[in-house]
């Protein structure tokens, strides 16, 4: 059983940023792919950000290509994604998702892939 724990959600004007952080326990971090998703008030959950269990692989939406960074320190159990030049849209519970890798490449979009998931954690941003 692999728990998941995300923090750095708050409350930022637009064309600030946050940085999440998700810290894994449970598993073996490095066979872990992970992933972030979002969930706005009345949407559905959407794919964000997804890297493979060394990082050589990296995926986002389109949406926040160029300004949301995904990265992992396996050494600290830990998945972060960078947010800058955040906007209104951006608003959501993100969470933090975790799956089996099954090679150093694979990577997941689909929440249904991943079996473990965090609590989330809120992040707002103001116009």
């Known amino acids: 059983q692999v728990q998941l724990v995300e923090s750095g959600g708050g409350l930022v004007q637009a064309g600030g940023s946050l940085r999440l952080s998700c810290a894994a326990s449970?598993?073996?971090?490095?066979?872990?792919?992970m992933g972030w998703f979002r969930q706005a008030p009345g949407k559905e959950r959407e794919f964000v950000a997804a890297?493979?269990?060394?990082?050589?692989?990296?995926r986002y939406v389109g949406s926040v290509k160029g300004r949301f960074t995904i990265s992992r320190d396996n050494a600290e159990n830990t998945v972060y994604l960078r947010m800058n030049r955040l906007k209104p849209e951006d608003t959501a519970v993100y969470y933090c998702?975790?799956?089996?890798?099954?090679?150093?490449?694979?990577?997941?979009?689909?929440?249904?892939?991943?079996?473990?998931w965090g609590q989330g954690t809120q992040v707002t941003v103001s116009s």
């Open positions: 998702a975790a799956a089996d890798g099954p090679s150093d490449y694979t990577i997941m979009v689909v929440g249904a892939e991943y079996t473990w």
């Open positions: 449970g598993r073996t971090f490095s066979w872990l792919a």
């Open positions: 890297i493979s269990r060394n990082g050589a692989s990296i």
